[in-house]
């Protein structure tokens, strides 16, 4: 949970966190986290990943759209994710790969849904 001075009325109860870690080869051994919702995400940002307003303002906004978009969802099941971003117009949908076999048992599971209503 976020201290109180960095969270504002709107953040939920339940938040989603970027982890990384301090070995990009061993993540296990641990890292450091923030809060999508923290109110210095921006900072973080900087600080950790080198990114800024000042470097590419387009870019930096458009992660920070993804970013907000990935906050608002309840899981990052695949299906959703690829189902939200394409709704929000996001050019992210190409980075996810769902492969055939878990996409043809979503969609026999839809058709039996269906026929199951009429």
């Given amino acids: 949970m976020l201290p109180a001075e960095r969270r504002t009325r709107e953040d939920p109860a339940v938040g989603t966190k970027l982890y990384f870690p301090f070995n990009g080869r061993t993540p296990e051994e641990g890292g450091s986290t923030f809060s999508l919702h923290d109110r210095q995400l921006e900072r973080a940002l900087n600080e950790r990943c080198g990114v800024n307003r000042q470097g590419d303002a387009e870019a930096f906004e458009q992660d920070l759209r993804l970013l907000r978009v990935l906050a608002r969802l309840p899981t990052l099941d695949p299906f959703l994710l690829r189902d939200v971003l394409e709704n929000e117009g996001s050019p992210s949908t190409s980075a996810i790969s769902i ?7 979503r969609s026999r599971a839809s058709s039996s849904r269906n026929s199951c209503q009429s």
């Fill in 99 to 105: 492969s055939a076999t878990i996409n043809g048992r």
